[in-house]
T-cell receptor
Framework: SQTIHQWPATLVQPVGSPLSLECTVE??????LYWYRQAAGRGLQLLFY??????ISSEVPQNLSASRPQDRQFILSSKKLLLSDSGFYLC??????????FGPGTRLTVT | AQSVTQLDSQVPVFEEAPVELRCNYS??????LFWYVQYPNQGLQLLLK??????LVKGINGFEAEFNKSQTSFHLRKPSVHISDTAEYFC???????????FGTGTSLTVIP
């Protein structure tokens, strides 16, 4: 069966520091991959999605970027974090069907 | 574009009572509809989905939802809730590409003993 991993689980970073969050999927090939952000008390906002290695679509312009160096690896990055980047970051995957399946998430606090 | 409205941000309900969480959507094209559940500090878990066919769909944990095209609604129901159902519930919609999911702002269900 498929599983999705995210790390780290929690992260506290100062303003202006870099960021790297990683997501990996096991048990499937050629997944579509997604990064969402969930701010406190709000719904989910799609940040990026990828339909293949090196292919990234950005939904919201901001100081974040994404990369997909391998088929089942999706990375979310920033060169300089802002306070507004705090939130719960969720990675999701989709293969074949329409539904998306979510990872456990990373809680990011920017101080 | 599509959008989702969850009409109730918080729903308290007593244990073993029925519950309905409301979801309305707007779209100019055919959509697929989903309900997800999120427990504290966890990811989202798929409860159920409507893709086509019967408008009454059953999901995990005894939940069901009914797709009403004329009212553009997809309300979630459970006849008897348990303490363990306390969580955040999200309604979501997408189209046939499946890449752009639109989520509601969530409904916090609290089951009172």
């Amino acid at each position: 069966s498929q599983t999705i991993h995210q790390w780290p689980a929690t992260l506290v970073q100062p303003v202006g520091s870099p960021l790297s969050l990683e997501c990996t999927v096991e048990g499937t090939s050629n997944p579509n991959l997604y990064w969402y952000r969930q701010a406190a008390g709000r719904g989910l906002q799609l940040l990026f999605y990828s339909v293949g290695i090196g292919q990234i679509s950005s939904e919201v312009p901001q100081n974040l970027s994404a990369s997909r160096p391998q088929d089942r690896q999706f990375i979310l990055s920033s060169k300089k974090l802002l306070l507004s980047d705090s939130g719960f970051y969720l990675c999701a995957w989709r293969v074949g069907g329409v539904e998306q399946y979510f990872g456990p998430g990373t809680r990011l606090t920017v101080t | 574009a599509q959008s989702v409205t969850q009409l109730d941000s918080q729903v308290p309900v007593f244990e073993e009572a029925p519950v309905e969480l409301r979801c309305n959507y707007s779209s100019s094209v055919s959509v697929y509809l989903f309900w997800y559940v999120q427990y504290p500090n966890q990811g989202l878990q798929l409860l159920l989905k409507y893709l086509s066919g019967s408008t009454l769909v059953k999901g995990i944990n005894g939940f069901e939802a009914e797709f009403n095209k004329s009212q553009t609604s997809f309300h979630l129901r459970k006849p008897s809730v348990h303490i363990s159902d306390t969580a955040e519930y999200f309604c979501a919609v997408t189209t046939n590409t499946g890449n752009q999911f639109y989520f509601g702002t969530g409904t916090s269900l609290t089951v009172i003993p």
